[in-house]
């Protein structure tokens, strides 16, 4: 019977990837560019690094030198763009980028690379060939809920975005990944899946579509991380959605392209009114 129901209420989508993509092309609406290059789609890419970092700024995510962006570069996928160490998420450019291999070895930049970002991101980049974007940040929050080693609950649409694509991980949990062994034990224990809540460390946010997906879901687990706390501060047993509603509002709220869309919004906040972040 679920079945059947959840044949029902799928939609004819008419070709388009989300239905809140218009039918009409003409409208104003964000759309995927095409590149007639790698050196163009390189630059892309790139600048929508720098603008994942300045939403991280916003969000208020910076703790001291902690948090690692990283996105695979489009012509040499086993490198990959990275922010710089020791530089705030606020004051990353496109000219501070560094472009590093899986051995941490640097191939285009003048920062040093962080240590513990260079062990698991390029583990995951590694040993997962599909991920091409991934986002780490020690937060208020994502911290906290780690600390309690349980996934997230559907209490929400906004939780639904996560339904049974997010893992708890616990390989390793709480120790510092500094040592080259370290992320591949974590990147071997991952699995296909948008979010990780790993245990008494943080969130981690990976996306096989665009480093603005990436972005958008770690500040998405982030909120959802606060408002499962806040609920369940209260005591109160929470309503929860039924698996066959998360799953239906996972379809249409929780994909890859829903993410680079959620991101678009920044996109033109920031480009609109940080500049600096080009130069």
């Known amino acids: 019977m679920a079945e059947v129901m959840e044949k029902a209420r799928k939609l004819d989508l008419g070709g388009r990837e989300s239905i809140y993509q218009p039918e009409d092309e003409n409208l104003i609406f964000p759309y995927q560019p095409k ?29 001291g030198f902690a948090g690692h962006l990283t996105v695979r570069d489009p012509e040499h996928p086993h490198l990959y763009w990275t922010n710089p160490m020791a530089v705030h998420f606020d004051q990353v450019k496109v000219s501070n980028l560094i472009l590093a291999d899986h051995e941490g070895n640097i191939l285009e930049g003048k ?27 020690h937060t208020v929050y994502g911290t906290a809920f780690a600390a309690l080693g349980k996934p997230l609950d559907p209490i929400s649409q906004d939780a639904a975005a996560f339904y049974e694509d997010h893992m708890v991980l616990s390989e390793q949990a709480g120790q510092v990944a500094v040592e080259d062994n370290s992320g591949y034990n974590v990147a071997g224990s991952l699995k296909k899946v948008k ?31 606060k408002q499962q706390m806040i609920v ?11 698996p ?13 392209y829903i993410g680079w869309l959620h991101f678009q919004p920044i996109w033109g906040y920031l480009k609109e009114n940080q500049p600096d972040m080009f130069a």
């Open 35 to 63: 590149f007639k290059s790698f050196a163009e789609e390189r630059q892309h890419l790139k600048e929508r690094l720098v603008a994942a970092c300045r939403a991280f700024a916003l969000e208020k995510f910076d703790y």
């Open 111 to 137: 920062h040093a690379l962080n240590r513990a970002g260079f062990v698991l991101h390029a583990a995951v980049h590694e040993k997962h060939p599909d991920i091409v974007a991934m986002c780490h940040a």
């Open 195 to 225: 979010a990780i809540i790993h245990r008494n460390h943080g969130l981690l946010t990976v996306s096989r579509h665009s480093i603005e997906a990436a972005a958008f879901w770690f500040i998405a687990l982030e909120r959802c991380c």
């Open 232 to 242: 369940e501060a209260t005591g109160i047993k929470p309503n929860m959605l039924s």
């Open 244 to 256: 066959e509603v998360a799953r239906y509002s996972r379809e249409h709220v929780g994909s890859e």
